[in-house]
């Protein structure tokens, strides 16, 4: 019998999972490691949550325009349906589509490059380097920033991995993303493995890679999950 490669090499990303044995093709979750395995998500396709992209390799959510050329992991859509759900409950609401969170160090790298790419795709970005004004009270302005946007993205990176075991502003940030279905983890140029080690409740919501994808797929199926 196949054995689990989770203790081992984890299963937070797609590839992960993808590449296990034991898991390949369907994430179990921690209750892998027994006999517990998750609902099948198999009736998704009659439901509206998820469609075959006939290639064996991938699905297409529900929310995929048309003519898409997109390929995301089931992994990547059973993460990203509650967080598509929560969007949909919000339509009517006049918010900003995304709130990105990142560490100060990566505001004008990875941060910068990902709120460019989504603004291209017409994607409405809080970004505190555009966002907070001179004499603004930055907390202030944030708490207003995440009231007020539909989803959270969290960049997660080494700079960030760095930062939050220092208690400030994106520890902060993180902490009322985590309180609801509205978080979407981005992890580039670490590891989910890495993630957990400092932060175990972020390490468990899954999201997208940049390990799976260059920065432009993570901010196009950012730009697709929110359309409305």
């Not at 490691?33 to 075959?52: A, D, E, K, L, T």
């Not at 910068?112 to 989504?118: P, Q, S, T």
């Not at 902490?175 to 509205?182: F, P, Q, W, Y």
Request: proline content about 6%; aromatic content about 6%.
């Amino acid at each position: 019998m196949a054995r689990c490669t989770a203790p081992v090499y984890g299963h937070r990303t797609a590839s992960g999972r993808e590449d296990c044995p034991a898991c390949g093709g369907g994430y179990r979750g921690y209750s892998s490691y027994g006999s517990y395995s998750s609902p099948s998500y198999s009736s998704w396709g009659s439901s509206g949550g998820v469609r075959s992209s006939g290639a064996g390799t991938g699905s297409t959510p529900r929310w995929s325009r048309a003519g898409s050329s997109l390929v995301y992991t089931p992994a990547e859509v059973r993460a990203l349906t509650p967080i598509r759900e929560s969007v949909e409950k919000r339509a009517t609401l006049d918010l900003r589509d995304v709130f990105l969170c990142h560490a100060w160090d990566d505001r004008q790298g990875p941060a910068k490059e990902l709120h460019d790419l989504l603004e291209s795709l017409g994607v409405k970005v809080w970004f505190s380097e555009k966002d907070v004004g001179l004499g603004v009270p930055l907390l202030r302005a944030i708490d207003k920033g995440l009231a007020n946007s539909r989803i959270g993205i969290v960049l997660v990176t080494p700079a960030l991995l760095r930062r939050l075991p220092t208690e400030g502003i994106a520890d902060k940030e993180l902490s009322a993303l985590l309180a609801g279905e509205r978080l979407v983890p981005v992890v580039h140029g670490t590891t989910y493995e890495a993630l957990r080690e400092v932060s175990p409740l972020l390490a468990s919501r899954s999201g997208l890679s940049t390990a799976e994808g260059p920065m432009a797929d993570v901010a196009a199926k950012l730009a697709e999950l929110v359309a409305l």
